[in-house]
């Protein structure tokens, strides 16, 4: 399995802008297609953005509104989320997560995730 740390959440307010990212130790790193999660108190984990392991197929949830972009640098065994225009309802815990294997249309499921990071918690402020 792949190690995986995210990093970069933080405190903003309404319509900012923050970047995380998501650092795998893994010399295989591109075996593994990446997503991003999303928790709140009291409700599941959700799958909001994904990217497959060479860049080819990316997944957004429709929630976002086409304000996050994920991408990935496969030489610094990186992924980013780029989100802009911060809302209240983006306050969450934010998860990275790996999958092994293919999926048609690179839509993988929550439960394709086996590797995952400890979280990062973004708080946007009205």
């Known amino acids: 399995q792949v190690q995986l740390v995210e990093s970069g959440g933080g405190l903003v307010q309404a319509g900012d802008s923050l970047k995380l990212s998501c650092a795998a130790s893994?010399?295989?790193?591109?075996?593994?297609?990446i997503g991003w999660f999303r928790q709140v108190p009291g409700k599941e984990r959700e799958l909001i953005v994904s990217?497959?392991?060479?860049?080819?197929?990316?997944y957004y949830d429709d929630s976002l509104e086409g304000r996050f972009t994920i991408s990935r640098d496969n030489a610094k065994n990186t992924v980013y989320l780029q989100m802009d225009n911060l809302k209240p309802e983006d306050t969450a815990i934010y998860y990275c997560?790996?999958?092994?294997?293919?999926?048609?249309?690179?839509?993988?499921?929550?439960?394709?995730?086996?590797?995952w990071g400890q979280g990062t918690q973004v708080t946007v402020s009205s």
């Open positions: 990217i497959s392991r060479f860049h080819s197929r990316v």
């Open positions: 997560a790996g999958a092994s294997g293919v999926r048609a249309g690179g839509r993988f499921r929550p439960d394709d995730f086996t590797s």
């Open positions: 893994s010399r295989t790193f591109t075996d593994y297609n």
